[in-house]
């Protein structure tokens, strides 16, 4: 078959299996079958689409799936970071640790008694943090001594207004003041009432 | 043989005459601690109530005299129970003074407990649970008759101080 003058303007689009099937010439050119030498992707019209980029749908999936992936590192990338930081908050320095919780030292006393002064009994168990062990055990050895500070600060319990956490407060903040007027190596730190209750009838 | 020498007789110690009060009501007595008076012999101590005899004075009148004055608190001759002696030989060396104690109980009615003043000029004054007694800053001799008193036995004791510690003691309840 001749090459019609007409014909060599033309473009010719050979389908894949053709292009695959023809033999490739190392100048870049391709021969029909009767060995005429044709030229390759001189023009852009005649470039090869691939599957995914010749169908729209694929495209925009490709399309999708890359914006997909991007924003999947960014969240982990994003997360990782606030991990992270979030570890790094919750282990802080050994010194820190050291200044905002000291150790302490616990004494529990046995029951002290006291008597209002409407004759009603106020039963009260103590737990004291000492901020040296000697201070607790100087609580420990000397109980006459504490108890010769607490039974006149129990006594002038208001038997009313007690059940009031404030008021709770101000009186383990009383006894924990007047303790530390005592001879102690150390201080008391905090009071808390394990037990407190009040007893009698009310005269 | 070697003549011995009354002290009291020759007026080089002395005598010292005095009662000791423990008013209850229920199972609560009434104690006094003593930190309101400048150097006073019993600082920081928890004690009965009492003090030293009047001249010409019985026991018992100066029971009454004493819990008045200190307490604010009338009683009768009735209310008042002897419970036991004491005797503190030496007690205060720095006036060569023995002490002949008179230990009494007594038991206050509901409607004397209001005349009873939270403190005096040389102490407050508390109610303390029987039971919390002894776990109280006493002299050491305290601890072994007061338990006679809680428990309503008669008690003879004698008390051997020596600069404010007790030296050696014998102290027995009083059977029959």
């Known amino acids: ?203 | 043989m070697i003549p011995l020498k009354n002290l009291y007789e020759s007026g080089e110690q002395k005598m010292i005459p005095a009662v000791l009060l423990y008013a209850f009501h229920e199972d609560k007595v009434l104690m006094i601690h003593r930190n309101l008076m400048a150097n006073d012999f019993h600082e920081g101590k928890w004690n009965g109530l009492g003090g030293k005899h009047e001249a010409g004075e019985s026991a018992l009148e100066c029971a009454i005299r004493e819990f008045k004055e200190e307490s604010g608190c009338s009683t009768s001759n009735d209310q008042w129970k002897w419970t036991g002696h004491l005797h503190f030989p030496n007690f205060k060396p720095h006036k060569n003074e023995d002490w002949s104690v008179t230990v009494f109980r007594c038991e206050l009615r509901k409607e004397q407990l209001a005349e009873v003043m939270e403190k005096n000029k040389e102490g407050t004054l508390q109610w303390i649970p029987s039971s919390e007694v002894l776990k109280l800053s006493l002299w050491p001799g305290d601890r072994h008759f007061i338990p006679h008193v809680l428990n309503k036995t008669a008690f003879n004791g004698t008390f051997y101080y020596l600069n404010g510690e007790l030296n050696r003691f014998i102290c027995n309840p009083i059977f029959g």
Do not use: W
């Not at chain 1, 943090?129 to 000397?142: G, Q």
């Not at chain 1, 001594?145 to 008021?167: F, K």
């Open chain 1, 1 to 203: 078959m001749e090459n019609h003058p007409e014909d060599a303007t033309k473009t010719v689009e050979p389908t894949p299996e053709a292009l695959s099937e023809a033999p490739t010439a190392e100048d870049g050119t391709h021969s029909d079958k009767k060995g005429a030498k044709t030229p390759r992707n001189k023009d852009k019209k005649t470039a090869v689409p691939t599957e995914a980029e010749s169908d729209p749908v694929s495209k925009k999936m490709f399309l999708y799936s890359k914006i997909f992936a991007l924003l999947a590192v960014i969240c982990i990338g994003f997360l990782t970071t606030l991990y992270l930081k979030k570890r790094a908050a919750n282990k802080p320095h050994l010194a820190e640790v050291a200044s905002v919780a000291p150790t302490l030292f616990k004494y529990e006393m046995e029951q002290v008694q006291a008597v209002l002064h409407n004759q009603q009994d106020l039963r009260v168990e103590l737990a004291f943090e000492c901020s040296k062990k000697e201070a607790c055990e100087f609580l420990k050895d000397h109980p006459e001594q504490a108890r010769d500070i607490l039974i006149p600060l129990l006594t002038e319990v208001d038997p009313e207004s007690i059940s009031s956490s404030d008021s709770k407060k101000v009186l383990r903040q009383k006894i924990a003041d007047e303790l530390n007027t005592l001879d102690l190596d150390g201080k008391i730190v905090e009071v808390n009432f394990n037990n407190l209750s009040i007893e009698g009838e009310s005269k």
